[in-house]
Every structure is written in C-alpha cells, then in structure tokens.
C-alpha cells in the first residue's frame, strides 16, 4: 500500500511539472556523479549528556540545483551508494524542480559505522540502531541542510523501509 502510494504521488508530480511520458527510469539513464562528505550525529539523540558522536556518509549531487528545493533520499539496509545508483527516477525530478540532491546512510550500514568496523555490532553498541534514532538523525541533518543552504522546499523520496521513515 505504501509504496502504490509513492508510486502514484511521484506520477501526480511529474503530471503537474511537466510531463506524464517519462514516469519509468531505465537501465540507460545517466546517473550523475556525486560528492561524498560526512556529517557528525549524536550517537544517542535522546540523552543530551551522552556526547559521542559518529560520521554519516552523506552523498551529495549539485548538479540541476538552481533553486530552494532539496529531494532527500534517506538510507536504507544497505550502503547509500547502492541506492543512489539505482534511482534514476530522483534525478529525473531534480533535473525538472531544479533540486539539490542528498542522499543520507543509515547509521550501522555501509561506511557509518558509529563505533567502526570492528565494535559496531557487538550486543551494547547495537542499542544505537533503532528507528528512533535514524529519524533524529535524518531530521537533524535535514534541518542543518535547509538552514546552511537556503532550502524551503524538501521533498522525502524512498523506497520500502526509507519511506517509512518519511
């Protein structure tokens, strides 16, 4: 059901901005390049006394930005960059409302490992993963991106678990 409904409100917009024939992503479209940063979350969201922190891989993609919309891609259960080159359709939107584009990890996947490679998994660190925690920190990025670029306008765009985090 989530997902019917995705799939229809993204043709609702394409529909409204433009056109309805080039709904459907192929194999062919060009993904374009992205820049890889990291940005520093709170481990725990919810304890202001606890003051560890962790890099998030964010990707980002600047090129059809011209104006205050950003379409956010937040991570799914797997590295970011996997998703960010298998969703043509995003930057077929970027290209049409002239959006910045970032993608965001989720924490315990891919390079954001909040306790590194060889700690991240054990049974105590694990507490950190939870849905709660994600939100916070895709919100928290989300609004130190709307308040350092200018953004007024962002559109959530995933896919199965992202899309529930929307």
């Not at 290209?95 to 049974?123: I, K, M, N, S």
């Not at 694990?126 to 895709?138: E, H, K, N, P, R």
């Amino acid at each position: 059901m989530s997902m019917f409904f995705f799939t229809a409100l993204s043709f609702f917009f394409l529909c409204i901005y433009g056109s309805c024939d080039s709904v459907n992503s192929t194999k062919d479209d060009p993904i374009p390049p992205y820049t890889t940063s990291y940005y520093t979350q709170q481990l725990d969201n919810f304890n202001s006394n606890d003051k560890r922190t962790f890099n998030q891989r964010i990707l980002t993609a600047k090129q059809y930005w011209k104006n205050d919309v950003l379409l956010f891609y937040p991570g799914n259960e797997a590295p970011i960059d996997e998703f960010y080159n298998n969703t043509g359709f995003l930057f077929e939107l970027a290209e049409r409302f002239q959006a910045l584009v970032v993608f965001a990890e989720h924490r315990y996947y891919g390079d954001t490992l909040p306790f590194g490679p060889q700690d991240t998994f054990t049974p105590a660190n694990m507490a950190y993963l939870s849905v709660g925690q994600a939100m916070a920190d895709f919100s928290r990025l989300v609004q130190d991106i709307r308040d350092k670029m200018n953004i007024k306008k962002v559109i959530v765009i995933g896919g199965r678990y992202s899309l529930l985090l929307n």
